[in-house]
């Protein structure tokens, strides 16, 4: 009686350690969603500065 106890426990335990583990790997891609979510930002805003300055540099130049 005593090992057929014991298997149930052990499963319940598992369980409840991947449920865990779960809940951590969810939260992790949240987290990096939102990082990338913000890299995309900035490479953005960096692209229309480095275009505002290749016209500035364009036009600059057609004066000469």
Do not use: C, H, K, Y
């Amino acid at each position: 009686m005593f090992w057929p106890m014991f298997a149930i426990a052990l499963g319940f335990v598992g369980l409840a350690v991947l449920g865990v583990l779960a809940v951590r790997v969810f939260v992790e891609a949240q987290r990096l969603g939102r990082q990338v979510t913000d890299s995309a930002r900035r490479i953005n805003r960096a692209a229309e500065d480095l275009e505002r300055a290749a016209e500035s540099a364009a036009r600059s130049v057609d004066a000469l």
